[in-house]
């Protein structure tokens, strides 16, 4: 993770998942058009990201920070922008909602679209082929809410720098076809906590 200047930070490289950042779509619980990223953070080391668990801590350092400087003092129940996917349960299924990963999700109002880059900073275009599963930086503002009685900290996103190409994630038919049917191996959560 980079911080920048305020609250901004660059955390990445992370997984895109759920996104729209090449045209806004509409979000019926806030009643508006906005572009929007589920950004996947791997608990076990990827190739992509080889120390997942300081990325991990300095983005949980950088919205505690964020928090403190808003209310003072921690508030004895807030949420914050980085959840357990694990933990974070699908309302539809009862499921693990991103299983294996941390996640964060970040948004942006229409009128203010992130600017999205390739790797040699060139604007990135939606026919350049970029879509949910593949790997990217990404620059967020931290921002505090205290609406109805809760507190947290959410992320507006401001930026994408587009990295790797990964297998798409959701749409369309089966990825899997063609894959002949192997014991996948055992994979163990080893109880890391970024807010230990």
């Known amino acids: 993770m980079k911080q920048l200047e305020g609250n901004q930070i660059i955390v990445g490289p992370v997984r895109l998942s759920y ?12 009643d508006r058009d906005e572009y929007s990223a589920t950004l996947l953070f791997p608990k076990a080391s990827h190739e992509h990201l080889s120390d997942p668990k300081s990325e991990l801590v300095a983005i949980n350092a950088a919205i505690e920070k964020v928090l403190l ?11 914050s922008a980085l959840k357990d996917g694990d933990k974070t349960l699908n309302q539809n299924t009862g499921e693990p909602k991103h299983p294996g990963y941390w996640y964060m999700n970040a948004t942006a109002k229409a009128e203010y679209p992130p600017a999205l880059v390739n790797r040699a900073k060139n604007k990135a275009q939606e026919e350049d082929g970029w879509v949910s ?6 620059k967020l503002a931290l921002f505090t809410y205290d609406q109805k009685g809760k507190k947290g900290v959410s992320c507006g996103l401001r930026a994408i720098q587009f990295m790797f190409k990964d297998e798409p994630l959701g749409g369309g038919g089966s990825n899997a076809d063609g894959f002949d049917a192997t014991e996948a191996p055992a994979t163990e959560d080893d109880g890391f906590d970024p807010f230990a």
């Open 69 to 79: 400087e808003k209310f003072k003092v921690k508030p004895p129940v807030w949420e």
């Open 19 to 30: 996104m729209n950042a090449f045209k806004p779509r509409r979000n019926d619980n806030k």
């Open 133 to 138: 599963g593949d790997w990217g930086y990404v």
